[in-house]
């Protein structure tokens, strides 16, 4: 093992995080010429022989890239609705409140505070159930559409058409594996974020967000790649140095916010740049001969998991 190598293959990983930023505004308008080109390629062609489909019939059957409008779109759902609408309510509207009652009972100081020490939880409530938790909700919704849609333009633009996996059920059955896998990863995470020294427990945390998160921003590559999920982990635990790097922006913007929300607005907000990221980067590889075996536990887990709920199943169901 070579410490050189890894510093080098962190850098890089953290570097090639960050190129979504840069190639976003390019990468539509080159796939969309290309789908022109051919285009109007294949209606030359077709008018030799015989009449045949319009130019714009034609780019009908092959998607335009939305990479640039649904990560502009991310941004103004997560950003400027529902992250606005907090920072608003939490730094402009509640302070303008208290100030009021300052005002009011400024002859009787202890009255405003009593008042403000009941009205502020109030009204925080209130705004939370009317407003944040179903916009909150949607953007989820919305977000993981979006995302998808993002991935897929980026990978058709670069890669050409996806492979994914032989079957939908296996489809399916590989993404509900996944996801499991991921929260007990996440579960892990919190879990050694707990040892009793304090540095320790602290870059053990990070190091688990930061896999995790360069997990879910090239995950849907490898989708598109048909790899399967032990696949996927595997390549992350042998290659950990470039994937730290790559992970390590969005583990750090998990750290801005003690909430929930702020945070998951965050995330939703720059995490499209890095799906594109993910799907431009060529990770370093085989800078390290120490595969960290990190994902071990929770897959070792959720397998067992499953093995039970399948034997309850079976236990349970009677045929008829």
């Given at each position: 093992m070579k410490i050189t190598g890894i510093i080098i293959a962190v850098w890089r990983g953290l570097i090639d995080s960050l190129r979504g930023a840069l190639v976003l505004f390019s990468m539509d308008k080159q796939f969309n010429e290309r789908i022109k080109k051919s285009a109007s390629k294949v209606d030359s062609r077709r008018k030799e022989n015989t009449v045949g489909q319009s130019p714009a019939k034609f780019s009908k059957q092959h998607r335009e890239s939305k990479v640039l409008q649904r990560t502009v779109q991310c941004c103004a759902l997560n950003g400027g609705v529902c992250l606005?609408?907090?920072?608003?309510?939490?730094?402009?509207?509640?302070?303008?409140?208290?100030?009021l009652l300052n005002i009011i009972f400024g002859q009787s100081p202890g009255m405003g505070t009593f008042v403000w020490s009941w009205m502020k939880p109030f009204l925080s409530l209130i705004f939370s159930t009317v407003w944040i938790l179903p916009v909150f909700l949607l953007s989820k919704i919305i977000n993981m559409l979006w995302f998808q849609d993002i991935a897929d333009s980026a990978y058709r633009c670069r890669q050409g058409r996806p492979v994914l996996l032989s079957s939908i059920s296996k489809l399916l059955a590989d993404m509900a594996f996944s996801t499991l896998v991921q929260g007990l990863f996440l579960g892990q995470s919190n879990?050694?974020?707990?040892?009793?020294?304090?540095p320790i427990g602290d870059i053990l945390e990070l190091l688990h967000l930061c896999l995790l998160n360069a997990l879910y921003s090239f995950e849907y590559k490898w989708y598109n790649m048909g790899w399967e999920l032990?696949?996927?982990l595997e390549f992350i635990e042998f290659n950990w140095p470039?994937?730290?790097?790559?992970?390590l922006p969005l583990a750090l913007?998990?750290?801005?916010?003690?909430?929930?929300?702020?945070?998951?607005c965050v995330f939703a907000i720059l995490f499209p740049l890095f799906i594109v990221s993910g799907n431009e980067a060529e990770p370093v590889i085989a800078v390290c001969n120490c595969p960290l075996k990190i994902f071990s536990?929770?897959?070792?887990?959720?397998?067992k998991l499953i093995k039970k709920m399948r034997d309850v199943y079976y236990f349970s169901y009677r045929p008829p």
């Open positions: 606005a609408s907090i920072l608003i309510f939490e730094y402009g509207l509640l302070p303008s409140l208290k100030y879990l050694v974020s707990k040892v009793p020294l304090p032990h696949r996927r470039y994937f730290v790097g790559f992970g913007s998990s750290k801005l916010s003690d909430s929930y929300v702020i945070r998951s536990p929770v897959v070792s887990i959720a397998n």
